[in-house]
């Protein structure tokens, strides 16, 4: 149940969690079989299913913000068109 609280979390909140932590959590979800909080007693199939399918959301989510704060510093750090656009509005503020 914690890895669920933590990885909603992370999720929900941009930059709340370190990027390795995020793929923790996403294997996590990955590898938990079946539904926890929809019961299987087979009442109703469908919300077991989507549980299971918002599960793997959660962890796509995870992975996608660990992608994107990757690319980010790599755009604040070592993208050379970024720094070349940041050079020039310093050169010349007056074209901003």
């Known amino acids: 149940m914690e890895t669920f609280e933590?990885?909603?979390?992370?999720?929900?909140?941009?930059?709340?969690c370190d990027i390795d932590k995020m793929e923790q959590l996403a294997n996590e979800l990955d590898e938990f079989n079946g539904a926890y909080f929809e019961k299987a007693d087979g009442r109703n199939p469908a919300m077991m299913q989507k549980e299971v399918s918002d599960r793997r959301d959660v962890a796509e989510v995870l992975r996608l913000q660990g992608e994107l704060r990757l690319r980010m510093e790599?755009?604040?750090?070592?993208?050379?068109?970024?720094?070349?656009?940041?050079d020039?509005?310093?050169a010349y503020p007056e074209h901003q």
């Open 6 to 16: 933590r990885a909603v979390e992370c999720a929900e909140r941009f930059g709340a």
């Open 88 to 90: 020039m509005e310093d």
């Open 74 to 86: 790599y755009l604040d750090g070592a993208n050379l068109f970024a720094q070349d656009v940041h």
